[in-house]
């Protein structure tokens, strides 16, 4: 199973990136308020 590996991070790799960039636009969205307020 040598190429379920990269397969496997690739796939970690994708739904990391989408969270992450999920996350960062929701603590933009909250700081963002934050500071205007």
Do not use: E, H, K
């Not at 960062?24 to 308020?33: E, K, P, S």
Request: hydrophobic share 45%; proline share 3%; charged share 10%.
């Amino acid at each position: 199973c040598s190429g379920a590996g990269p397969a496997f991070r690739m796939i970690v790799n994708y739904i990391a990136s989408q969270y992450w960039t999920c996350l960062d636009f929701a603590v933009y969205l909250v700081f963002g308020r934050v500071g205007r307020s």
